[in-house]
């Protein structure tokens, strides 16, 4: 889980969003904004997405600064003014070059396998843990009960 969340949370982010890449020719301010403000930070060019959505709103994915993307809503780029967008463009820039979608990548992982273990946990403990049918260890049930308790809860 955690592999195939580090190789592939950030095409799957764009996938989910309907986003779709944009060539240079296409959108060319965007991209020299981007590259200016890209080689301003020290970061390599990174994919540039449309998302087709009217919401103004901006997100930026990748495992790390050299596998990165940004993608921008039709919305944002039709409301905000060129200095607006850069000011949006250059926060997500800040998230790649600070490597926080990593972070937030594997968080999500961690919590992921911690859920699925309170979860087998919770199974084990319905279905007796286990234990023999002459109950010769006693707690099983208690300990199983606080782990699935306290699993799900710690950071």
Excluded: C
Excluded at 7 to 16: C, G, Q, T
Excluded at 124 to 133: E, K, L, N, P, V
Aim: aromatic letters at 8%; proline letters at 6%.
């Amino acid at each position: 889980m955690n592999f195939f969340g580090y190789f592939y949370s950030d095409s799957l982010a764009i996938k989910m969003t309907g986003s779709y890449p944009v060539s240079e020719a296409e959108a060319p301010e965007l991209y020299a904004m981007v590259r200016k403000l890209s080689q301003r930070a020290g970061l390599p060019m990174p994919k540039i997405y449309i998302q087709p959505s009217q919401q103004p709103n901006a997100f930026a994915t990748g495992r790390n600064p050299s596998h990165s993307a940004v993608a921008v809503t039709e919305g944002l780029l039709r409301l905000l003014s060129p200095s607006e967008l850069e000011g949006v463009l250059a926060h997500e820039l800040a998230h790649i070059k600070n490597r926080d979608v990593l972070v937030g990548t594997i968080a999500a992982a961690l919590a992921g396998a911690i859920s699925m273990m309170a979860n087998v946990l919770q199974w084990g403990a319905i279905f007796g843990m286990g234990r023999s049918d002459d109950e010769e260890e006693g707690g099983g049930m208690v300990g199983g009960l606080i782990m699935a308790i306290v699993l799900p809860s710690s950071p």
